[in-house]
């Protein structure tokens, strides 16, 4: 599905300098793609390409739904990254979110750095984490509160998706 890819990487482009101009990744990007994903699967593919997309869809929910959830990330982070999964399916889509991971990562360290908030950053990675692993903390993160370093995430997601495409 070549064409499909060009399709993905235009709109990872326009959510990453949405993203980076108005912190928001627009509802009107990216849930069309994410329909647009399950009905191409499943009419090119039947059963098993709607299988594949809707598993490409459960595998972005599963890895990034509980850091949204708990207010480390967008939800238009989720929704991009739920679109992109339609399409590519699932196996993919791991790929995808590792190297979006690694490259958030980067991107964080040097925000914060640029910042001179390493260890604030940090703490507040540790926070996030231990929510994640069942820990209570008084201190629940949120991109909104105030002091809250975040960073336009859809860049990142954009080279996952790059990276995924070239590897594949």
Do not use: E
Request: aromatic fraction near 8%.
């Amino acid at each position: 599905m070549p064409s499909a890819w060009w399709l993905i990487l235009a709109v990872v482009s326009l959510a990453a300098a949405s993203d980076i101009y108005c912190r928001r990744i627009p509802n009107w990007l990216v849930l069309p793609v994410l329909a647009a994903g399950l009905v191409f699967n499943a009419r090119t593919g039947g059963f098993a390409g709607a299988g594949a997309s809707l598993a490409g869809v459960a595998v972005a929910v599963a890895a990034m739904g509980p850091i949204c959830w708990m207010g480390g990330m967008g939800m238009g982070d989720l929704k991009l990254c739920a679109a992109i999964g339609a399409w590519i399916g699932p196996a993919q889509m791991l790929l995808v979110l590792v190297i979006t991971g690694i490259a958030g990562g980067i991107i964080a360290v040097v925000y914060a750095l640029r910042r001179k908030s390493l260890g604030r950053s940090l703490d507040g990675t540790a926070a996030l984490a231990g929510r994640l692993l069942g820990k209570r903390s008084s201190q629940r993160p949120s991109l909104d509160s105030p002091g809250a370093l975040a960073i336009p995430y859809a860049p990142a997601i954009a080279v996952g998706t790059l990276f995924a495409y070239l590897a594949g």
